[in-house]
């Protein structure tokens, strides 16, 4: 399973890198203008500390062709953006082009089954369901993401599952569960991950021991 963090901000790139565990990065226009930074800027900075691993930058333009000049436009800036496409029958259309092209597409806002069903025919190289947002209606997010995980493995379908909007570890525990390829995870969840009070406990006592061990061999 591969681990994306979802965040435009790069202290936060950066740490998850260092940890060794980070495989890409997602980002989306709400999450850049939290920065109030340079989309481009921000977007090559970003690549740059990823690379190979792909960078997601999203269009903003709702027609095909424009998206797909936008699009062109993104990859352009660096060889591992992935273009972020939202799924409108528009998106999808784009999608189709772009993937001819060699440029891979993670369509976005994808919230049902069938969507995902759509990205995949047009080529899609992620799709990314929103987990979370679903959630917060009612809906339970991760069902959709096992009648994806089950729909492209009765097809064959090379498009990898991103689990986005994520709000805690559990989301990350049911998409591992599920054999989703990707989780999108935010800064906060990701270092969660880590967290159980009986490592800390136990990395206190071993260490506590280890130095009675040292003073009493000192003192022998
Ligand atoms: O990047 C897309 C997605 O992860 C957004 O999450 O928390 O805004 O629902 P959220």
Partial sequence: MK????????????????????????????????ENVAFKERII??????????????????EAEEMIEE????????????????????GIKATRALSEEGIACNVTLCFSAN??????????AYISPFVGRLDDVGADGMSVVEDIVQ?????????????ASIRHPIHV?????????????????LEKLFKHPLTDIGLKGFLADWEKLQKQLADA
Avoid: M
């Fill in 151 to 163: 729909i492209y493995d009765n097809y064959a379908f090379d498009t990898e599952i991103i689990v």
């Fill in 71 to 90: 699009a062109r436009e993104l990859r352009s800036w660096a060889e591992n953006i992935a273009v972020k496409i939202p799924l409108i029958p528009d």
């Fill in 3 to 34: 681990f994306f963090i979802d965040t435009a901000n790069l202290d936060e790139i950066k740490q998850a890198a260092d940890w060794g565990i980070l495989d890409g990065v997602t980002t989306n226009p709400t999450l850049v203008a939290r």
């Fill in 115 to 124: 969507q995902a069903l759509l990205a995949a025919k047009a080529g899609a």
């Fill in 45 to 62: 900075e970003i690549c740059d500390v990823v690379a190979p691993g792909p960078v997601s930058a999203e269009v903003v333009s709702v």
């Fill in 173 to 189: 525990l049911q998409a591992a569960l599920l054999g989703a390829h990707i989780a999108t995870v935010p800064f906060d969840s």
